[in-house]
């Protein structure tokens, strides 16, 4: 009950020398220390902002080149638009040019995606450690937040519009999705 999580008691050990886990030898506590200073750190790295808001960008960059990939399978289906847009091509020059425009809009669709997701995570990480509290308002103000700053470029009116459509679907998602344990009361 002693060490970080309860600073001002008396320690009950001696530093260095506290009871080793059952299996675990005398030789083996300093390897031991060594794994328990490196998982602290992997998990100190692992609740940042910035590895939250770069793990969200990856998975919206991810997730928006996959659903770019399965709607430009439906791009090649008009037979007539085909034989317009590649008369006179290769079979590898048309495979090429699909290849490619397939890449473009990957490209294009998973950098918007990742600029929504490490944007609202990133806020919403801020907001949570400036509140020391994680609960329903968090999303929805990053949603507000986020919202304003996509939607900057369309005017004051635009800007409210999607702070406040951003935030309500922030909060949708947090209720209907997200369940959290009720804070216990001292």
């Known amino acids: 009950m002693n060490g970080p999580n309860f600073p001002g008691l008396v320690p009950l050990h001696i530093p260095g020398k506290e009871p080793l886990p059952p299996g675990v030898s005398e030789d083996e506590r300093e390897s031991l220390e060594q794994m328990k200073k490196t998982e602290k750190f992997m998990t100190m790295g692992a609740e940042s902002c910035a590895f939250k808001t770069v793990i969200a960008g990856g998975g919206g960059l991810a997730l928006g ?27 590898h020059q048309k495979a090429s040019a699909m290849f490619k425009e397939m890449g473009r809009g990957m490209w294009t669709t998973g950098k918007g995606f990742g600029k929504v997701g490490a944007l609202y995570a990133g806020i919403e990480c801020i907001i949570e450690s400036y509140r020391a509290k994680n609960d329903i308002y968090n999303s929805t103000s990053a949603g507000f937040v986020a919202g304003g700053i996509l939607a900057r470029n369309s005017g004051p009116r635009g800007t409210l519009f999607g702070a406040v459509g951003f935030a309500a679907f922030s909060a949708v998602i947090d209720l209907a999705f997200l369940r959290r344990e009720p804070a216990e009361r001292v």
């Open 65 to 91: 080149a996959f659903f770019s990939l399965m709607s430009s399978s439906f791009a090649y289906e008009d037979p007539l638009l085909r034989e317009k847009t590649q008369a006179g091509m290769k079979t």
